[in-house]
C-alpha cells in the first residue's frame, strides 16, 4: 500500500482528534457535555493504561515470554474489581480536596508540603521520560514497517523526521486542549473524550487483527488452541516469583502512572462512573488481550525466523496482503501511542508548572502574587512544560537510539512510578503517617530504583561503569546493582521491585513512626483517611445529653429572645409538651442547627451545637467546614476592602483630628487651672497684705513697701485680663485695625526696648542686619511690634544658653517680608512644636516664667489678622520664629 | 468513633448491603489467589503453562469480572453511614 | 525656743507675706523659693513645720511632699499645703499632706492654722 496513502490517513485520524476535541470543548464550555460524560467515556478513557507498548508489545512479549503478558493486566483487574476498598477512597479524596495531580495528592495528604511535590514530580517525570519515547519509537516502526513493506514508495521519510513530527503534533495537540483553560478542578473534557474515540479505534484494530488470524488465518478457535499446546513449550514457562511480582508492580502501577492517576481520579465527573468502570475496564483489558496468544502463536508461525514479534500486529496482515487491516492495525496503534502522550504530558505538566515552575515564579517576583494575570503565567508554564515534556521524550529516544532497550523500559517506568504507593497507600489509610516519613520513603525508593532498574538499563558502561556491575558502588561486594546484598539470584527485575518497595516502605513507616506531624499534616492526613465519614450528606444527631435550658440560652444569643422562644414553643407543642421545654431529640437538634446556620453558618451551628450536645471534641470536619467558611467570608471581605481602605482614609483623618482635640481639651483643662492659679496668685499677695495695713501700726516705710506690693499685683492681674481679652477679640474677628506706614526697624527697636523689661538682669546679645530692616510697611505698627515683643521676651525668659543671644534676620520677597527671630538655646522640643501656637499651650511647668501661655496664641491671631502668619523656623540651633508679614495690607472688608 | 445507642441487629436490607460490601472488598484476594493458582500445580521453580491454562486464565478473569459487575450495582451510591461497623 | 517654720513658696511677694505674719507671732521662719533646695536646708536645720505651695517651679510641690515622706527623719514631720486649685487637695492629701490652705487665705486663718498644727505637734512629740 502507498506509504503517501498511510501518512495521508495519519493526518486525517488527527484532523478528526482535533475536531471531536474542539467540539466537545465547545459543548463543555456551554456546560451541555450530556452523554459525553458518561461512565462509558470515562471507562474508555481509562485506557490509555494501554499503550503502544501493551498495542504492539504485547504479542512481542507473549512470543518470547509466553502468558507473562497477562500480569500486566492482572493487576489492574484486581485493582478495578477491588475500587470499594482503594479506589473509591481514591476518587472522593481527589474530589473532595480537588487534587490535581498524584504529586499534589501526595504534598496535600502530608501538609501541602511542596518538597514533597518536588520529589514526587521529580519521579514521575524521570520514570515517564524513556516510556514517552517508547511511544514515539513505537510510532517510528510501525512507519518502517510499511517503508519497508513498500519498497517503491516514492517519499521515505526519515525516522528521526518522524519521530519530531509526531513529538511536535503531539506537543500542539496537548497545549491546544490541555491548556485551553484553568480549571479548578484540571479537567479536560476535549482531551478525555479524544481518548475515548482512540480506546475504540485501538480496541476495534487489535480485535479486527486477532478475528483475521483466528478465523482467516488459522481455522478457528479449536484450531488456535492446538496450535498453542504444539508452540514451543520452553518459552511459555513462567516464573512464580516474576509471576507474583508483576501482578503486583502492574496493580501498583495502574494507581500511581500520572496519566491513570489524571483520568481516574482528575478527570472523573461522578464517582458512579467508577462502580462501572469497576467491571468495565477489566473487560477492556480482557478484550485487549484476547487476540494476544494466537496472533503470537499464528505469528511465530507463519513469519520468518527473526521477524520482529512486536510487529506481528501489523506484519501479519501486511505479509497476507490485508492493506486495509494494516492500516486500521496502524492507527490502532497510533492512538495508543498518541493518547498515552497527550494524557501523560498534560499529567506531568500540571505537576511540573504546579509544583516546581509556578512556586519558582512566585519565589523569584514576590510581588507577583497579587497580579491578575497569573493565569496567564500558569498556562503559559503549562504550555512550557508539556514542550519539555516531550523534548525530554524525544531527546530519550535520539539518544538511545530507538534500540531495544526501550523494550525493557515499561517494566521500568511501572516500578518507577509504584515508588509512590507507600506514600500514597500509607497516606490514606494510616494517620500517622508523616510528611518525613514520605520524604525518606520516596527518596530511598527512587535512589534504590535508579541504582538497580533505571541506571542499569543502560548496560554496562553506559551510566555505571562494568566495574560498578562487577564489584559494586566503592567496590562494595554487597552494593552490587544487581545483587544487593548478594541477591544476585534473583530475577534483576524481581531484585529491584524487592529491594526499592522494601527499603521505601521500610523508610517510610521508621521515619513516620519516629518524627511528630505538624498541626496541618495532622489535619489533612485525618481529613484524608476519615474522608467518608460525616462528608456525606448533614450528620444526623443522635439524643444527646443535654439540657434544653442550655440550648435555649444559646438560641436566644443567636436568634433573639422572642424568635427563639417562639422557635422552642413550636417543638415542644409538636411533642405534645405544651407549655414546657421541648426535649432535645434528634429531628429538634437537626431543625435547630439548620435554623442557627442560617445566623451563623453551618459550620459554627454544628460546632456549637456539638459542643452543647455532648460531643464535646470539635471534629477535623468542622474545623474544616469553618475553614471553607472563612474562606468564603475573606474572599467577600476582599471585595470590601477598596471601600474599607477608603473608610480607613477617613477615619485616620477624623482620628488625628480627635487626638488634637483630645489634647486641646486637656490644654483647655490645664489653662482654667493654670489661669485660676495666676489669678489667685497676685490676689493671695493683694489680700494679705491689704490684711496687714488694715492692722495699722506699722512703719510708714513699710506701709509704702506693702502698697507698692499691692499695686504691682493688681497690675499683673489687670495685664492678665487683658491678655484674655485681647485673645477673644482677635479670636472673634472683632479687632480694629489701625494702618499706616510703619519702618520696620523702628518697630524693632520700640519691640526691643519694650521686652528688656522681661527678665532685665539677663544680658542678652542681639544681632541685626540693620540696612536689611529699612523697610516700610502698610500695617498696624502696634500690633505687629506687640508680635515681636512676645517673640523677645519669650528669648529672654526661655533661652537657657549662658551667654544668651538673639538673631534677628530680615528678608524681603515678593510682596513680603519676613522677619526671623532665631536663639542659642536649646530650642523646642519636636513634639511641642504643634502645639506651641495653640491657645492655653504651655511647655512644662519647668519653664514656667510668669506667662499663662497666651504669647503666642495672641501672636498667632494678630498675624493672621495682619494677613501673614508666624511660624516655628525648624533647624536653626535654638528656638526660631519667623514672622511673615506682607508688605502692603490691603484691607478687603474696611 | 463509635456512635452512641447504636442498634445491635440491622434491618434485613442494610444488612446485606453490609454483607455485599465485604464480598467486594474480598473479590480481590480471591482473585489473587485464581491467578496465582495455575503456580501451585507444579513444584518446580519454573513453571509451564499449556493452552489449557491460557482458558483457565481467561475463564477466572472473566468470572472475576462478572462477579464485580454484579457487584456494582449494589455498592453504587450506598455508601453513606458507618464505614467501619457491622 | 521659737517654733520653726520652713516656707516653700515661688511668689516672693506671698513668702514675704508669710515670713511677715509668722515672725510678728514669734516663729522662726526659714524660707526656699525652689523644691530641690528646700529639701537639703530642712536636713540641717529641722523646722518643725513646714508650709509648701503646690505650684512650685522644678519639682513640684506635691513631688517635694512625697520625697519628704519617704525620708524616715521627716516622716512624721507637718505639712500644710498651700493649693490654688481646689482638686489638688486629693492628690496632696494622698501624698501625705496635713492641712490645706486655700489661696487666697485670710491672714487671721493661716496663723491660727499654724498654731494649732504646731501645738498638735508638740503634743505627739
Not at chain 1, 775 to 804: E, G, H, M, W
Request: aromatic residues 8%; proline residues 4%.
Amino acid at each position: 500500500m502507498p506509504f503517501n496513502l498511510l501518512v495521508l490517513a495519519c493526518l486525517l485520524y488527527v484532523a478528526f482528534l482535533f475536531a471531536v476535541a474542539f467540539v466537545v470543548e465547545n459543548r463543555a464550555a456551554r456546560g451541555r457535555l450530556g452523554w459525553l460524560r458518561s461512565p462509558v467515556v470515562y471507562t474508555l478513557s481509562l485506557s490509555i493504561y494501554c499503550t503502544a507498548w501493551t498495542f504492539y508489545g504485547a504479542v512481542g512479549y507473549a512470543a518470547r515470554s509466553g502468558l507473562e503478558f497477562l500480569t500486566i493486566y492482572f493487576g489492574p483487574t484486581l485493582v478495578f474489581i477491588g475500587w470499594w476498598v482503594l479506589l473509591r477512597k481514591l476518587v472522593r479524596i481527589g474530589r473532595q480536596h480537588h487534587v490535581t495531580s498524584i504529586a499534589d495528592l501526595i504534598s496535600s495528604r502530608y501538609g501541602k508540603s511542596n518538597t514533597l511535590g518536588v520529589i514526587v514530580t521529580v519521579i514521575m517525570v524521570v520514570a515517564a521520560t524513556p516510556y514517552i519515547a517508547l511511544q514515539l519509537q513505537s510510532v517510528v516502526l510501525a512507519f518502517g514497517v510499511f517503508a519497508t513493506a513498500a519498497p517503491d514508495s516514492s517519499r521515505p521519510l526519515d525516522s528521526a523526521q518522524i519521530a519530531v513530527w509526531v513529538a511536535v503534533g503531539l506537543a500542539a495537540f496537548t497545549i491546544l486542549f490541555g491548556t485551553r483553560n484553568l480549571d479548578a478542578r484540571e479537567q479536560h473534557h476535549g482531551i478525555v473524550t479524544a481518548i475515548a474515540v482512540e480506546a475504540v479505534v485501538k480496541l476495534v484494530a487489535l480485535l479486527a487483527v486477532g478475528s483475521f488470524v483466528v478465523w482467516g488465518l488459522a481455522g478457528g478457535v479449536g484450531d488456535v488452541i492446538a496450535r498453542i499446546d504444539a508452540a514451543d513449550l520452553a518459552a511459555w514457562q513462567v516464573q512464580p516469583g516474576r509471576w507474583t511480582g508483576l501482578i503486583f508492580l502492574s496493580a501498583a502501577a495502574v494507581i500511581c502512572l500520572p496519566r491513570m492517576f489524571q483520568v481516574m481520579v482528575v478527570e472523573n465527573e461522578d464517582e458512579g462512573h467508577l462502580a462501572r468502570a469497576s467491571w468495565a475496564f477489566p473487560l477492556y483489558l480482557l478484550a485487549m488481550s484476547l487476540f494476544i496468544v494466537p496472533i503470537a502463536v499464528v505469528g511465530l508461525e507463519r513469519m520468518p525466523e527473526g521477524a520482529n514479534p512486536d510487529m506481528f500486529v501489523l506484519t501479519l496482515p501486511l505479509a497476507e496482503g490485508q492493506g486495509a487491516l494494516a492500516m486500521l492495525a496502524f492507527l490502532g496503534g497510533f492512538s495508543s501511542a498518541t493518547s498515552m502522550v497527550i494524557v501523560e504530558s498534560v499529567a506531568l505538566a500540571t505537576m511540573i508548572s504546579n509544583h516546581m515552575m509556578i512556586p519558582l515564579w512566585l519565589r523569584l517576583r514576590p510581588g507577583a502574587a497579587a497580579a491578575d494575570d497569573l493565569r496567564q503565567v500558569v498556562l503559559m508554564a503549562r504550555r512550557l512544560a508539556i514542550a519539555a515534556v516531550l523534548a525530554l521524550g524525544y531527546g530519550y529516544y535520539q539518544v538511545s537510539g530507538g534500540s531495544g532497550a526501550l523494550a525493557a523500559i515499561g517494566l521500568i517506568a511501572f516500578l518507577g512510578v509504584a515508588q509512590v504507593l507507600p506514600a500514597m497507600i500509607g497516606g490514606i489509610f494510616w494517620r500517622g503517617a508523616t510528611r518525613t516519613g514520605a520524604i525518606l520513603g520516596l527518596v530511598t525508593g527512587l535512589v534504590v530504583w535508579a541504582y538497580t532498574s533505571f541506571l542499569p538499563s543502560f548496560g554496562p558502561g553506559a551510566v555505571l561503569s562494568a566495574r560498578v556491575f562487577a564489584e559494586g558502588a566503592f567496590g562494595l561486594a554487597w552494593l552490587r546493582p544487581l545483587g544487593l546484598f548478594g541477591t544476585e539470584a534473583m530475577d534483576p527485575m524481581i531484585h529491584a521491585l524487592f529491594w526499592s518497595m522494601a527499603l521505601n516502605a521500610l523508610a517510610f513507616c521508621l521515619g513516620s513512626l519516629l518524627t511528630f506531624p505538624g498541626p496541618v499534616e495532622r489535619l489533612q492526613g485525618a481529613a484524608f483517611v476519615n474522608v467518608f465519614e460525616g462528608a456525606v450528606g448533614p450528620q444526623r444527631w443522635a439524643r444527646g445529653q443535654v439540657e434544653p435550658e442550655a440550648l435555649l440560652a444559646m438560641a436566644q444569643r443567636i436568634l433573639g429572645e422572642e424568635a427563639a422562644q417562639a422557635l422552642f414553643q413550636t417543638a415542644a407543642r409538636a411533642q405534645g409538651k405544651d407549655g414546657f421545654l421541648p426535649d432535645p431529640t434528634p429531628p429538634f437538634l437537626d431543625s435547630l442547627e439548620s435554623r442557627l446556620s442560617g445566623s451563623v453558618g453551618a459550620a459554627t451551628a454544628h460546632a456549637m451545637i456539638s459542643q452543647l450536645v455532648g460531643r464535646a471534641t470539635v471534629t477535623v470536619e468542622d474545623l474544616m467546614a469553618v475553614a471553607s467558611e472563612s474562606a468564603q467570608i475573606l474572599e467577600y471581605s476582599a471585595r470590601l476592602q477598596a471601600r474599607e481602605s477608603e473608610l480607613t482614609r477617613t477615619a485616620g483623618a477624623l482620628r488625628e483630628a480627635n487626638e488634637k482635640l483630645t489634647q486641646l481639651s486637656l490644654q483647655k483643662d490645664a489653662f482654667l487651672s493654670q489661669i485660676s492659679h495666676e489669678l489667685r496668685t497676685p490676689m493671695t499677695s493683694i489680700r494679705a497684705f491689704s490684711e496687714i495695713l488694715t492692722e495699722g501700726d506699722l512703719p510708714s516705710a513699710t506701709v509704702a513697701r506693702y502698697g507698692r506690693i499691692i499695686h504691682d499685683e493688681a497690675k499683673r492681674l489687670t495685664r492678665l485680663l487683658d491678655d484674655l481679652l485681647d485673645l477673644s477679640v482677635l479670636e472673634n474677628g472683632a479687632v480694629q485695625l489701625t494702618l499706616g506706614l510703619a519702618s520696620l526697624q523702628g518697630m524693632i527697636d520700640t519691640a526691643l526696648t519694650a521686652a528688656r523689661a522681661t527678665r532685665p538682669d539677663r544680658e542678652f546679645l542681639v544681632i541685626r542686619d540693620l540696612p536689611t530692616e529699612a523697610i516700610y510697611l502698610r500695617t498696624d505698627a502696634d500690633r505687629l511690634a506687640q508680635v515681636f515683643i512676645n517673640l523677645i521676651s519669650n528669648a529672654r525668659k526661655y533661652c537657657d544658653a549662658a551667654r544668651p543671644e538673639l538673631r534677628i534676620a530680615v528678608r524681603q520677597r515678593a510682596g513680603r517680608v519676613t522677619v526671623d527671630f532665631i536663639d542659642n538655646g536649646k530650642g523646642i522640643p519636636k513634639d511641642a512644636r504643634r502645639v506651641i501656637f495653640e491657645k492655653f499651650a504651655r511647655l512644662s511647668d519647668a519653664n514656667r516664667a510668669g506667662g499663662a501661655g497666651l504669647g503666642l496664641a495672641i501672636c498667632r491671631e494678630i498675624m493672621a489678622n495682619l494677613g501673614g502668619s508666624v511660624a516655628y523656623l525648624p533647624g536653626q540651633g535654638g528656638a526660631a520664629f519667623r514672622v511673615t508679614v506682607p508688605l502692603r495690607l490691603e484691607v478687603l472688608a474696611a | 468513633m463509635r456512635r452512641p445507642r447504636r442498634p445491635l441487629f440491622l434491618a434485613r436490607a442494610p444488612y446485606r448491603r453490609r454483607r455485599l460490601r465485604d464480598a467486594a472488598r474480598l473479590l480481590p484476594v480471591l482473585g489473587l489467589f485464581l491467578l496465582l493458582l495455575p503456580l501451585l500445580w507444579t513444584p518446580e521453580a519454573r513453571v509451564s503453562l499449556t493452552a489449557g491454562d491460557v482458558v483457565y486464565f481467561f475463564a477466572v478473569w472473566l468470572i472475576l469480572i462478572a462477579l464485580a459487575a454484579a457487584f456494582a450495582p449494589g455498592l453504587r451510591g450506598g455508601d453513606s453511614g458507618g464505614e467501619d461497623e457491622d | 525656743m521659737a517654733a520653726h517654720v520652713l516656707l516653700i513658696e515661688d511668689e516672693p511677694n506671698i513668702a514675704e507675706a508669710i515670713r511677715f505674719l509668722l515672725s510678728r507671732e514669734g516663729l522662726r521662719v526659714s524660707h526656699s523659693a525652689e523644691g530641690a533646695a528646700a529639701l537639703v536646708l530642712m536636713r540641717q536645720d529641722r523646722p518643725d513645720l513646714v508650709i509648701l505651695d503646690h505650684m512650685l517651679p522644678g519639682m513640684s510641690g506635691l513631688e517635694v511632699l512625697t520625697a519628704l515622706r519617704a525620708d524616715p527623719s521627716s516622716r512624721g514631720l507637718p505639712v500644710m499645703m498651700l493649693t490654688a486649685r481646689g482638686r489638688d487637695r486629693e492628690m496632696a492629701e494622698r501624698a501625705g499632706a496635713d492641712r490645706f490652705m486655700t489661696k487666697p487665705f485670710s491672714n487671721a486663718e493661716m496663723i491660727a492654722e499654724v498654731r494649732s498644727m504646731l501645738e498638735r505637734g508638740q503634743d505627739r512629740q
